[in-house]
């Protein structure tokens, strides 16, 4: 006689952040992506690089402008809440909750490239995100993710050595992908 699978219930992110508060987590690379906590991929030295340069990139460019955060955490969902590279989020305090609206959000990927296109692209699309970048140390280039459509892009490109990328909220602002994969 068969059964019916067990349903495993989702941890929400109110409940994540208490646990956060009470140390739960205190020694582990851990985020909530759709509803469990998923390990985080170790850090390389080019991983550290490009988040280094798209760092002092992007806090030069957009000071008084927006809000660059760099490895903080993000309110994508009652279920999710990552911890992308980068955020780029309109001015304000965080104090209460972290942000959950953002102009760009900018994932550095090696051994989690298949996440970053998968599962978390899909997450960023579902909740708006107009404009997703994955800096792709594999295949050194970066992958523009624009026109969010439920759970994907409408439309990708791929900027490699050479090329610079025009942010879409920030017009006047461009990355050149040489400066940011050395």
């Keep these: 006689m068969a059964t019916a699978a067990e349903v495993i219930r989702p941890l929400r992110r109110v409940e994540y952040d ?3 508060a009470l140390g739960a987590f205190e020694d582990e690379k851990i985020e909530l992506l759709d509803g469990e906590l998923v390990a985080m991929s170790p850090i390389g030295t ?22 660059v955060r760099c490895q903080s955490s993000f309110a994508a969902s009652e ?14 305090t965080y104090l209460e909750d972290h942000p959950s609206q953002a102009h760009l959000i900018i994932e550095v990927a090696e051994s989690s490239l298949a996440k970053d296109r998968g599962r978390k692209l899909r997450m ?19 992958e523009v993710y624009r026109e969010p459509d439920g759970a994907s892009y409408a439309r990708m490109d791929r900027y490699e050595g050479g090329q610079s990328i025009q942010l879409l909220a920030f017009s006047d602002v461009s990355i050149a992908v040489s400066d940011v994969l050395k």
């Design 79 to 92: 279920l999710s809440e990552p911890e992308p590279d980068f955020t780029v989020v309109p001015r304000g």
């Design 18 to 20: 208490q646990l956060i």
């Design 124 to 142: 960023y699309a579902n909740c708006g995100v107009p404009e997703y970048w994955v800096v792709n140390l594999v295949e050194r280039c970066i």
């Design 46 to 67: 080019h991983h550290d690089s490009a988040v280094q340069q798209l760092n002092e990139l992007l806090v030069l460019a957009l000071h008084g402008r927006a809000s």
